[in-house]
């Protein structure tokens, strides 16, 4: 828990419960925001239903990590209150009637609104009982060719234990009766994760394009396996089947004391996190008594943690019905275009990145400029450059046929030295990561996992080029993962630079992630562990001293989560004295803004839509004083004490005015916004005083690039 006396503030600030909110509910308002755009009926109706698929799994996540290490730390007597005072299992009750509530809101937003009118424009979501003849018959081949040798009915009695049930699998609970004996049996038959969840049974779902005279009819797989199960049970009963689905604790902790073993040690408790404990069991509200009965005993379930909603669970799979082509129904594209710095404005075509970088820094900012033309190229052409004689990057995330592991591979059978940090431990990606780890091993790169207990979550890459003049070094240092797939849908800003201090400063946190360099000063980084806190607390007490002399003092930054306490605590003292604060958050936000004699000077926005906010961006002053950072961190406890984080100041100041003016449009009353209260409340400002729809932030930016795109070929 935070201690408030170690910093001197005892005497100046409210007591904690006063002045921070919770955190996972916090977590949780992120959510409903995000359920707030799947209602919103200005928005184009697919783009509404993936929103819905983007909760579910939102709220999957939710419970495999917050609530389970909440639920783990009780059962081991670890937990502690809160920040705010609240003792551990009223935060778990609180926790679990919100959720729920906002399970039943999803579930009905589809029933109710977004299901009907699908349906309305060609997109049926139809039961076996819908089906004409024609299509029953395609259900049945369907199943028997590609459903039943794949199923695996699980029966339970004396002789077959309860089966393991896999977090998040979808299952069906059935009852069954012996023909002779009488007797009543449980059997679990797991739907197959590796076939699609929704089915397209129309006739002419191949051949035109869906439409209400050309309809799209979809049959969920489990209502498929359901009209089948005597098929799995031949000679005998059926009595009743309902769906099922448990959600465990999918938190990994890995004991690092054996550096070496790291990669082993993973692998192995990897395995374990599949048989953590439940802390969630969603059943259908059909559900039959002893099929809860058995449930509840078996899984170790209470009953607080089942949650009774109606078909279908998992919503997860809306996205696969997302992907239909009706540009009518999904947002209006937008391509990505190459920078401005990088393509000859008379042909877009791509220039030689070293020459561009050797003539001005660059700012990337994605998805709006090309990820692919840009980072991408940057390493791909540093690969096949023979001038280049190394290349070090950090790996986070990254996709399943990614182009930069490609590069890397290349650049070290080329002969390059070629390091990378590969961070196995990234959640949910651990893996996968493993997998890009030996294959760039096998490939000659020099692979390394970072620091013992810390993860590596900078976004950096230094390739060092032998030219004319000398050794340069060529650096990338970005706020998002170098993973080409979520570049499409991800905002994050990136800078191209050959700047010698970067270089100089890249090149000794690599030293210290493959080596031994505890001790390593930085000229225009802020590196966390050790110094991304105390840097910025030291910007933010500079504009506190400069609005403490009567001068105008303003900080902006943009976060996906702000909980840090010390910052927090920072930023109210910079408030009382008159600093004008802006805060761009996307998800968590702990702080209370608009609280008066402690944060009135404080504003807190968050922008959900097309694309994830996920860029961090730091801007301290106004005019010739502004400073201005972008990188990696978010303002968390992990971020700041837990992880290789960097963050790079930007030189450039047509750079420091670009990331400043997003605040300007984030922030203008025009612009469409969640406002965060003082009681921890969001609130939508989506329309005018008269009605009228404010301007879409991300659509703004949009049609901003094309313009200046326009401009450049003119």
């Known amino acids: 828990?935070?201690?408030?006396?170690?910093?001197?503030?005892?005497?100046?600030?409210?007591?904690?419960?006063?002045?921070?909110?919770?955190?996972?509910?916090?977590?949780?308002?992120?959510?409903?925001?995000?359920?707030?755009?799947?209602?919103?009926?200005?928005?184009?109706?697919?783009?509404?239903?993936?929103?819905l698929s983007i909760f579910a799994s939102n709220?999957?996540?939710?419970?495999?990590?917050?609530?389970?290490?909440?639920?783990?730390?009780?059962?081991?007597?670890?937990?502690?209150?809160?920040?705010?005072?609240?003792?551990?299992?009223?935060v778990m009750r609180s926790l679990g009637k919100h959720a729920h509530v906002l399970m039943e809101r999803h579930s009905e937003l589809l029933k109710t609104d977004i299901g009907p009118k699908l349906d309305a424009e060609g997109i049926f979501s139809v039961s076996i009982a819908d089906l004409t003849a024609d299509e029953r018959a395609k259900v049945d081949e369907f199943f028997e060719s590609r459903v039943f040798p794949v199923l695996t009915p699980l029966a339970v009695d004396p002789a077959h234990p309860f089966p393991y049930i896999s977090g998040l699998?979808?299952?069906?609970?059935?009852?069954?009766?012996?023909?002779?004996?009488?007797?009543?049996?449980?059997?679990?038959?797991?739907?197959?994760?590796?076939?699609?969840?929704?089915?397209?049974?129309?006739?002419?779902?191949?051949?035109?394009?869906?439409?209400?005279?050309?309809?799209?009819?979809?049959?969920?797989?489990?209502?498929?396996?359901?009209?089948?199960?005597?098929?799995?049970?031949?000679?005998?009963?059926?009595?009743?089947?309902?769906?099922?689905?448990?959600?465990?604790?999918?938190?990994?902790?890995?004991?690092?004391?054996?550096?070496?073993?790291?990669?082993?040690?993973?692998?192995?408790?990897?395995?374990?996190?599949?048989?953590?404990?439940?802390?969630?069991?969603?059943v259908t509200d059909d559900l039959?008594?002893?099929?809860?009965?058995?449930?509840?005993?078996?899984?170790?379930?209470?009953?607080?943690?089942?949650?009774?909603?109606?078909?279908?669970?998992?919503?997860?799979?809306?996205?696969?019905?997302?992907?239909?082509?009706?540009?009518?129904?999904?947002?209006?594209?937008?391509?990505p275009a190459m920078n401005r710095d990088l393509s000859r404005a008379e042909t877009s075509e791509q220039v030689d990145i070293f020459e561009a970088v050797s003539e001005r820094d660059i700012l990337l900012h994605h998805p709006y400029d090309s990820f692919s033309t840009s980072v991408q190229a940057f390493l791909e052409q540093a690969a096949a450059d023979p001038k280049v004689l190394a290349i070090k990057q950090t790996l986070y995330r990254t996709s399943g046929d990614s182009p930069i592991i490609d590069a890397l591979v290349d650049a070290a059978q080329a002969g390059k030295q070629v390091l990378a940090v590969v961070e196995i431990k990234a959640r949910f990606d651990e893996e996968a990561n493993i997998t890009w780890a030996r294959k760039l091993e096998r490939a000659g790169v020099h692979v390394v996992y970072g620091i013992v207990g810390l993860k590596t979550h900078a976004k950096l890459c230094l390739v060092i080029r032998q030219e004319s003049t000398g050794l340069v070094r060529y650096c990338h240092v970005g706020t998002g993962n170098y993973h080409p797939k979520t570049a499409r849908g991800y905002e994050d800003f990136g800078l191209l630079t050959r700047d010698p201090e970067v270089g100089q400063d890249l090149t000794k946190l690599f030293n210290q992630l493959s080596g031994y360099a505890p001790h390593a000063d930085y000229s225009r980084l802020l590196v966390a562990p050790n110094r991304v806190r105390a840097g910025l607390i030291e910007l933010i007490e500079s504009e506190t001293e400069h609005a403490r002399a009567g001068c105008e003092g303003r900080i902006r930054i943009k976060v996906n989560s702000i909980v840090d306490e010390p910052i927090i605590d920072a930023l109210y003292l910079a408030s009382r004295a008159g600093v004008r604060i802006e805060l761009f958050v996307r998800g968590i936000c702990a702080i209370r803004p608009g609280i008066p004699g402690l944060s009135e000077n404080i504003t807190v926005r968050s922008i959900l839509g097309r694309y994830l906010e996920h860029s961090r961006i730091f801007v301290f002053g106004t005019g010739d004083r502004m400073v201005a950072y972008i990188g990696s961190a978010d303002l968390m406890h992990r971020n700041l004490d837990r992880r290789v984080e960097a963050l790079v100041r930007l030189s450039a100041a047509e750079h420091i005015a670009?990331?400043?003016?997003?605040?300007?449009?984030?922030?203008?009353?025009?612009?469409?916004?969640?406002?965060?209260?003082?009681?921890?409340?969001?609130?939508?400002?989506?329309?005018?005083?008269?009605?009228?729809?404010?301007?879409?932030?991300?659509?703004?930016?949009?049609r901003r690039h094309h313009r200046r795109r326009a401009v450049d070929r003119a």
Not at 40 to 45: A, F, G, V, Y
Not at 294 to 310: A, F, N
Request: proline content about 7%; cysteine-free.
């Open 169 to 282: 699998s979808l299952n069906l609970g059935v009852l069954l009766r012996h023909p002779q004996s009488g007797a009543e049996l449980f059997a679990r038959v797991k739907v197959p994760q590796v076939l699609p969840r929704f089915i397209n049974v129309s006739e002419t779902a191949d051949s035109r394009q869906v439409s209400p005279e050309f309809p799209a009819r979809f049959i969920a797989l489990e209502e498929i396996i359901a009209a089948h199960l005597d098929r799995l049970f031949e000679g005998m009963e059926i009595v009743d089947h309902s769906l099922f689905r448990v959600t465990r604790n999918e938190d990994v902790e890995v004991e690092e004391d054996d550096a070496e073993n790291l990669l082993k040690a993973l692998e192995k408790e990897l395995l374990r996190r599949r048989f953590g404990p439940a802390v969630r069991l969603e």
């Open 59 to 90: 709220l999957d996540e939710f419970f495999m990590v917050r609530v389970a290490g909440l639920k783990r730390r009780i059962a081991t007597g670890l937990a502690v209150p809160s920040i705010t005072g609240a003792q551990p299992r009223a």
């Open 658 to 702: 670009e990331v400043d003016g997003l605040f300007d449009l984030a922030f203008a009353p025009t612009t469409s916004s969640f406002h965060l209260g003082a009681g921890g409340i969001w609130s939508r400002h989506s329309r005018g005083p008269d009605g009228e729809p404010l301007t879409d932030y991300q659509s703004e930016l949009i």
């Open 288 to 335: 039959h008594p002893r099929v809860r009965e058995i449930l509840t005993r078996e899984l170790g379930i209470d009953e607080s943690e089942i949650y009774e909603l109606p078909t279908p669970l998992d919503l997860r799979g809306l996205s696969e019905i997302t992907d239909i082509s009706r540009d009518d129904l999904h947002f209006p594209k937008a391509v």
């Open 1 to 51: 828990m935070y201690d408030v006396s170690a910093f001197g503030l005892e005497h100046e600030l409210p007591a904690p419960p006063d002045r921070f909110l919770d955190r996972e509910l916090s977590w949780l308002a992120f959510n409903e925001r995000v359920l707030e755009l799947a209602a919103d009926t200005s928005i184009p109706l697919l783009e509404r239903a993936n929103f």
